[in-house]
């Protein structure tokens, strides 16, 4: 079975959590262009994505589990996957974020990489405004001024800090999910059930 987990910090805690159950790659992903790691469990293979194909991967059946963030997994409405598991790592959260004092009102413009979550987030709120879509260093939009504010992850809160803008809001705490096919799931329903027992 092939096992989908994205780069960065989701990698580095997923491989922890992977060595807990006493299932390790052959060789260090973090440390290498490979995409595909086989490990000493033969029945678990690695790849290595990006977050936001994590649910496109294991969707498309290719590939039968994933583990992938809250946040990716709002954003892109994966409701055609099985949510087996909130792994409890990579935790963080996706927060409003602005200049200090800023207060959230109409007609706002918001810099993200999440404009579905922050779309229906400020809808809710019956506050209608402008999405920005950025991929990286959100926070630069609001430090510009380029943006009134930014939807971003936020986990030490040290990129806020260090570029002198403030939480304004929680919208949602995240953490990794251990994701999988369904068809996957139905053809190796023991393997799984006993991978996700060991978890707990
Ligand atoms: C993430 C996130 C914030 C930062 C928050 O960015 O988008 O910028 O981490 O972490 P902190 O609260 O611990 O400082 P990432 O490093 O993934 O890079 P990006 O800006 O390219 O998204």
Redesign the pocket.
């Known amino acids: 079975m092939y096992l989908a987990i994205s780069k ?2 989701i990698l580095e805690e997923s491989l922890k959590l992977l060595e807990r159950l006493n299932i390790k790659c052959e060789e260090s992903p973090m440390d290498s262009r490979k995409l595909i790691f086989r490990t000493n469990d033969k029945n678990i293979k690695i790849i290595i994505v990006r977050a936001s194909d994590v649910p496109t991967y294991v969707e498309s059946g290719k590939v039968d589990m994933g583990i992938v963030g809250k946040d990716t997994l709002l954003e892109k409405n994966s409701n055609d996957l099985l949510r087996l598991k909130d792994l409890e790592i990579a935790k ?1 959260r996706l927060v409003i974020a602005g200049k200090k004092g800023v207060s959230l009102v109409s007609n706002m413009k918001i810099a993200t ?1 999440y404009p579905t979550i922050t779309q229906k987030y400020f809808q809710s709120q019956g506050l209608p405004c402008t999405i920005l879509k950025l ?5 630069l939009a609001a430090v510009l001024g380029m943006t009134d504010a930014v939807v ?9 800090k ?1 570029n002198g803008l403030s939480e304004l809001k929680i919208i949602e705490n995240i953490s990794s999910y251990l994701v999988v096919n369904k068809t996957s799931y139905r053809f190796n329903k023991e393997y799984i059930d006993k991978f996700i027992s060991k978890i707990s």
Do not use: A, F, H, P
């Open positions: 960065g910090r963080c990489k991929y990286g260093s959100i926070e971003d992850l936020v986990e030490t809160g040290n990129t806020l260090e």
